[in-house]
């Protein structure tokens, strides 16, 4: 018999990280130039908008950074932006941030056909036509940069309106809507502590808020599609920058500290009826579905926030669905641990493998001990 | 001696509940739905006693709350008040006030319950013999060969072939599953069994050797059950005593013999003769 | 943003055991607590490290938790210090935790971080055993929901597990669950091993050392402190089996570099067809061919 190494896994690593330099580089026919982290942050925007988002940090350049050095990868991107993340403190909690004073760059609402403060369509690819482009592939720089610098140019200052009264205000006003909660339990931190089934409705929040935009559209969908009824009615979607007030240090007075772009969906539900105490002798109303994440992700915005409807009703009635299941659907739309549990596989399994054989080695021992014979081996060939 | 179980005011209502609730339903408002709050009043204010080894029917309508009886009192459902008070050898336990557990405890080694749908019993993706065995295995019994030995012994006195003892319960005929079910009930020897419309949809033939089944159980072991039903047939055949009832109220109790030969409500009267 | 804010340069922002105190003082919280309850599967919030969900972040996390300068570290996986993966996560500890010695035998090591399998030379009280976890809870193969689960843990209820254990006698004659194998703790909860073979199992029962359970995915710590009991979860007239390295006459295989007759053996497939069986511990497969030889030259 021949004798086996055991040794090499060390060089072995070494080789693929050099190989997987080497296709970073564009590998040895393509000429290509390093990517700039300022290309991708502006130019990929949307994908640094679901990075940052996935990743649970708002950072864009760290972003950018973790999309080149991942090769586009969004869930390796989002996974190393988390990791970065586990190396630092929490120092701070904001208090709950008003979305009614982000600065927006689009809003829209399909509940009304007018909203104070108008729609604004904004930068969509709703109405685009998905036709190739080809002048795009040969793009020279002039026209490139002048596009980007002559945009709002000639618009007048006091025509760029500053922030939008919220839609749902004026349905709360009409008691269409539950009032706002008046007192509020502290934010649930997923970062800190672990979810423990039943969770409170800000733990859901705060999962989604960073979950993986495909795995969750695919839960949500499978809602909208039949396997659960939530309707829903988008009272309004919002894209813009939100203020991020601290208390002061010192002062304890909230002070602006930056800003994050942000895409928030709140969604109208019909009303159904409810058994609960305190909703005893109350009047139906509308019920309500909240979504917001980081950057610009508007399919991630809406799928949340018919999720949330959906998880509401089921921590309340029971599950009916797959989507209304608060734990089918937080333990299964995390990015990271789906996407590294699947990988795993690929993983030395010798010694359990080795289990697996003894087992079924062993009853098939029985099965011939009883004069049974495995089914294969009475095959004629 | 002391009934195995006293039940006092047992009530469930579904919905919202309003005060006028209880005053607004019932046999005289022809409704269980109060009109006030649209709440459900599936049983209310219900009594009785139960002697050890004895049979009690409760008999009724579906929506009478015949079978939200044994459900609360089986903690598949929680009842919105009333007690009952269940006396195994000298302990007695307040079903409604135990925790959790306590009453997980008492359904898997104390009670027994046969549904009228197998599918609530019985797990099809185990064999039957597997079904028996996970009871006796919440009872502690942990050798194999015991438990093996056991099962087959129960579903022999069930008349269920012990050859069939390995397949899944999903390829037997309805009374077997029937069978089965008792079999399951059976294996910790409980002194009180639940038997909730457990003939339902049978055979006429296979219905009568499972109401004998359960005679022979209740002579030889001594159980007290309640049988829950629609048909005077099973009541007049298994129990003692029987309650009527109509709109989640008791309107009638006392002997069956009595019930069956006197009765002293218009509805009973008119159950009694139409099967007559 | 900031258009002053430049990112770093390098990699020193990153502290001594890669995760921030805070998390680390967690994560010791929650090993004591772990202890105080044998077997219990406790929460806590699993933090992200640098390597796949999966590939080991919750045993990581209790090393890097719990490790300090005076400590010597050993990571395998499936028994063997040169695998990809112990390599890989021999590499990060030697990165993030500069003065920590890193060590391929048993004896020496204070800290050992393994996948897959147990040491075979039983283990002294000085060590701490931390193990990958993938699946924290044994009761996941008859119930899917964790809220129910915690209920039947807390009830010691396993009664359904052991349905399916005679479920398997009924139709295999045999016990087919080969790894992971459900093992109660000092007497109530039920744990998953981790996915050793039963071979390590016994190993388990009475341990010298403190054996640490970290599932990063699944969010769970949990511990069988030294001096506890750890038994299979069987049936009293079925005795539990480990697996076998017996021929088919009768003869226990040896492994085919040092010899051994006493260890759990890798089976290989080589290129002309023919198998070879090799000890899966490399460490002990080292030590067994040490005293051969040094035994060959005394003689």
Not at chain 1, 282 to 302: D, Q, R, S, V
Not at chain 1, 368 to 373: D, I, S, Y
Request: charge should be negative; proline fraction near 6%.
């Amino acid at each position: 018999m021949g004798y086996v190494a055991i040794k090499g896994g060390e060089k072995a690593i070494d080789g693929a990280a050099e190989a997987l330099e080497a296709l970073r580089a564009g590998g040895p026919v393509s000429g290509s130039e390093p990517l700039s982290l300022n290309a991708i942050e502006h130019q990929l925007r949307l994908l640094t908008s679901r990075i940052m988002s996935e990743g649970g940090l708002y950072h864009p350049q760290l972003a950018a950074l973790a999309i080149k050095q991942m090769q586009g990868d969004t869930l390796e991107a989002g996974f190393a932006l988390r990791a970065y993340r586990s190396t630092k403190p929490r120092l701070l909690e904001t208090p709950p941030q008003d979305t009614g004073n982000m600065r927006l760059i689009r809003r829209i609402s399909s509940a009304f056909r007018d909203i104070p403060g108008g729609q604004m369509l904004g930068p969509t690819h709703d109405y685009a036509l998905r036709l190739m482009r080809f002048e795009l592939a040969e793009e020279s720089p002039e026209p490139f940069r002048k596009m980007a610098s002559t945009f709002l140019k000639n618009a007048p200052e006091e025509s760029l309106p500053d922030s939008f009264p919220k839609v749902l205000d004026a349905l709360r006003s009409e008691r269409l809507l539950p009032p706002k909660a008046e007192h509020r339990n502290p934010a649930f931190d997923i970062t800190r502590d672990p979810l423990i089934f039943p969770v409170s409705r800000s733990a859901a929040l705060a999962t989604m808020a960073r979950a993986e935009t495909g795995s969750m559209l695919a839960i949500a969908y499978s809602n909208m599609r039949g396997y659960g009824d939530i309707h829903p009615t988008v009272a309004e979607l919002r894209v813009g920058y939100l203020p991020v007030m601290l208390p002061h240090p010192v002062t304890g007075e909230l002070t602006e500290a930056g800003e994050v772009l942000m895409t928030e969906c709140e969604v109208i539900a019909m009303y159904e009826p409810d058994d609960t105490e305190s909703a005893r002798g109350a009047a139906p109303e509308f019920t309500l579905g909240y979504g917001a994440c980081f950057g610009h992700n508007e399919t991630k915005a809406i799928s949340m926030a018919i999720l949330d409807r959906a998880l509401q009703k089921g921590m309340r009635d029971g599950p009916e669905n797959p989507s209304e299941d608060p734990e089918f659907v937080l333990m299964h739309i995390d990015g990271v641990d789906s996407m590294g549990f699947a990988n795993h596989y690929k993983m030395p399994h010798y010694v359990t493998f080795q289990s697996d054989m003894d087992r079924l080695r062993s009853t098939r021992e029985k099965y011939q001990a009883r004069g049974e014979t495995p089914q294969e081996e009475t095959h004629e060939s | 001696m002391k009934p195995i179980l006293d039940v006092k005011g047992l009530t469930r209502i579904h919905g919202t509940e309003c005060p006028s609730c209880l005053d607004m339903t019932g046999p005289e408002h022809n409704t269980n739905v109060c009109p006030a709050c649209g709440s459900v009043v599936a049983a209310a204010n219900v009594s009785f006693s139960l002697q050890p080894g004895e049979i009690l029917g409760i008999m009724g309508e579906s929506g009478s709350g015949k079978s939200t009886v044994v459900k609360t009192l089986y903690f598949d459902q929680a009842p919105s008040r009333g007690s009952a008070i269940f006396r195994d050898d000298d302990q007695s336990h307040e079903l409604f006030n135990l925790n959790g557990a306590e009453q997980r405890w008492l359904r898997n080694h104390r009670f027994g319950m046969v549904y009228q749908n197998p599918n609530l019993g019985l797990n099809f993706g185990i064999s039957a013999g597997g079904n028996i065995a996970e009871r006796l295995l919440m009872n502690d019994l942990n050798h194999y060969g015991d438990i093996r030995r056991r099962a087959s012994e129960l579903l022999t006195r069930t008349d269920v072939m012990v050859s069939r003892m390995d397949e899944s319960p999903k390829q037997f005929s309805g009374g077997m599953q029937q069978r089965v079910q008792i079999a399951k009930a059976l294996a910790t020897r409980p002194p009180l069994l639940y038997l909730d419309e457990v003939t339902t949809g049978l055979d006429l033939s296979v219905q009568a050797r499972i109401l004998d089944l359960i005679l022979e159980i209740q002579h030889e072991l001594g159980t007290a059950m309640i049988v829950v039903t629609h048909d005077l047939g099973v009541i007049r055949l298994l129990a003692s005593r029987t309650l009527v009832m109509k709109y989640g109220r008791v309107i009638e109790s006392g002997l069956t013999d009595q019930i069956l030969e006197d009765p002293q409500q218009a509805y009973t009267q008119q159950l009694v003769a139409s099967t007559l | 943003m900031n258009p002053d804010y430049r990112l770093p340069h390098s990699q020193d922002s990153y502290g001594f055991g890669f995760l921030d105190e805070f998390a680390k003082r967690e994560i010791r919280r929650v090993i004591l607590k772990a202890i105080s309850i044998p077997g219990y599967q406790t929460p806590y919030a699993s933090r992200e490290m640098p390597m796949g969900r999966g590939f080991g972040t919750g045993g990581l996390q209790l090393t890097l938790s719990m490790i300090g300068p005076d400590d010597t570290l050993k990571v395998i996986d499936q028994g063997s210090d040169d695998s990809v993966n112990a390599v890989n996560l021999r590499k990060f500890a030697e990165l993030t935790c500069p003065e920590v010695s890193t060590t391929e035998s048993t004896t020496e090591a204070s800290l050992i971080q393994t996948r897959h399998r147990v040491p075979e030379i039983p283990l002294r009280e000085d060590q701490v055993l931390n193990l990958q976890v993938p699946y924290p809870d044994p009761l996941v193969i008859v119930e899917p929901s964790e809220a129910k689960r915690k209920i039947m843990h807390g009830e010691g209820d396993y009664a359904r597990l052991l349905t399916k254990l005679y479920e398997d006698l009924v139709k295999f004659d045999e016990i087919t669950i080969s790894h992971r194998y459900p093992t109660r703790i000092n007497g109530h909860y039920v744990i998953d091993p981790s996915p050793i073979p039963r071979y390590d199992v016994p190993g388990l029962h009475q341990s010298r050392a403190l054996l640490l359970f970290g599932a990063g995915r699944e969010k769970k710590i949990y511990a069988v402190p030294p001096y506890t009991n750890a038994e299979p979860l069987v049936f009293d007239d079925v005795p539990f089996r480990t697996e076998s390295f017996y021929t088919a006459d009768g003869q226990r295989r040896a492994c085919d570099r040092c010899g051994s007759i006493d260890s759990f053996l890798d089976e290989l497939n080589l290129d002309d067809g023919s198998k070879a069986w090799q000890c899966s511990d490399t460490d002990y497969c080292n030590r067994q061919l040490a005293r051969t030889e040094a035994g060959e030259a005394t003689q």
